[in-house]
Structures are given as structure tokens and as C-alpha cells.
């Protein structure tokens, strides 16, 4: 599944610079973070404070625009493999289950999508 978030920034500050300010916010947020080529790709970003039950790869990069850049986060999840786990187990046990994986399956997007937007704010307040 995509997800995609764009977010404009006004500042003064030069891509290169944005960029590693990017780079050190989504470190907090995300198992494994790494620039190249003027990308910032971070990978199985925390949806909850106790872990991740999805696997993800975001690409954020910048497009330049009036007064500043606009930040575009591409992000491609899935649920991860012990989900997948739990949901085979629980429909042998207690079919019942289900009901509640699917519902954080469906629901990962929205916390998703709050986990990077919260790390926009961050980025937006150091960069003033």
C-alpha cells in the first residue's frame, strides 16, 4: 500500500542543509535512515511507541518552491511478517480475532501518516 504526504516549509536554509535536518529527525522515528543522492530513505518507521507491527520504506525528498521547499514523503507499507503470524494462529484458535487484525491493518495508515507528519512539524520548527 502508498501513502504519499507533501508538506511546504518557508526558509532560508539550502537543500543540502534541509536535508540533513530531514535525515536526523526521521533517525528518531525509523529503524534505519540514510541520505543518498539528495533522498532521504528511512525505513520501518514507528507507528506506535512499542514497535512497528508493518514494514515500510519511506523516500522523502524536496522540490524546490516559493520561499522554501515543499517536502514529499512517499511511503510503501505492509503488515509485517509476526502480524501475519498472529492473524494465521488466531484463525486456527479464535477466529474472533481476526476481526481486531484487520482493523489495525486498516488503521496503520492513519498512524502512519501522523508519525511522518509529526516528524514535518519537528523539521518545520527547526528550520524557523
Known amino acids: 500500500m502508498t501513502l504519499v504526504l507533501t508538506e511546504r516549509i518557508a526558509t532560508k536554509k539550502t537543500e543540502e542543509e534541509l536535508l540533513k535536518i530531514i535525515e536526523t529527525d526521521f533517525k528518531q522515528i525509523s529503524d534505519n535512515t540514510c541520505l543518498k543522492e539528495k533522498v532521504v530513505n528511512a525505513e520501518n ?7 512497528t ?3 515500510s520504506t519511506t523516500e522523502i525528498s524536496l522540490k ?3 520561499n522554501g521547499f515543499l517536502i514529499y514523503a512517499n511511503a510503501n507499507y505492509r503488515a509485517s ?3 501475519w ?6 484463525f486456527f484458535s479464535e477466529p474472533y480475532c481476526l476481526i481486531g ?4 491493518v486498516f488503521l496503520q495508515k492513519k498512524h502512519l501518516s501522523n508519525s511522518i507528519e509529526a516528524c514535518f512539524k519537528r523539521i518545520q520548527t527547526e528550520v524557523l
Not at 46 to 51: A, H, P
Open 45 to 51: 518507521v514507528k507507528i506506535w511507541d512499542i514497535g
Open 53 to 55: 507491527m508493518l514494514n
Open 64 to 66: 524546490p518552491c516559493d
Open 81 to 83: 511478517f509476526w502480524l
Open 85 to 90: 503470524m498472529f492473524g494465521v494462529i488466531a
Open 101 to 104: 487484525i484487520v482493523i489495525i
